[in-house]
């Protein structure tokens, strides 16, 4: 062939092919893939509500963030839900306090049992608040 000339079957792709998903090597991945999302990220982030505050967890691969905030402090909370968290009781959930623009707040994406959340937050700040009224009269 001369070195201009110009190939007359040039290259073409005639299928592809991929491990099986039926080979143990690839469930093995999958599960081990699956334990360390689980361990590294699902069970360390969550949000914690105690009878005087409200935390966040959220994790990175070596270390994380946490953001407490004390319930008296709580203003507001939001739910956020999408149309398949609404079939399946999930949604985005926005938790802020009163103050400065730098004041902390929580959000998490796809809270399971939202309504719950919300409503016992807003239980425990009556209960405190009524706990308080009785102890100063």
């Known amino acids: 062939m001369n070195a201009g000339s110009i190939e007359p079957n040039p290259e073409r792709e005639i299928g ?81 306090t009163a103050g400065a623009s730098n004041a902390p707040e929580i959000f998490f994406h796809a809270v399971d049992r939202p309504a719950m959340l919300k409503e016992a937050i807003f239980r425990y700040q009556d209960s405190r608040r009524r706990t308080g009224a009785v102890n100063n009269g």
């Open 16 to 96: 592809t092919w991929r491990r099986s998903m039926a080979s143990p090597g690839f469930w093995l991945r999958v599960i081990f893939t699956l334990t360390l999302y689980y361990w590294l990220f699902w069970e360390r982030n969550k949000i914690v509500l105690t009878n005087r505050r409200i935390t966040q967890y959220k994790p990175l691969l070596v270390g994380g963030d946490e953001v407490s905030i004390a319930l008296e402090n709580v203003t507001e909370v939001r739910l956020s839900t999408p149309p398949l968290g609404a079939l399946l009781n999930f949604a985005d959930v926005r938790i802020q």
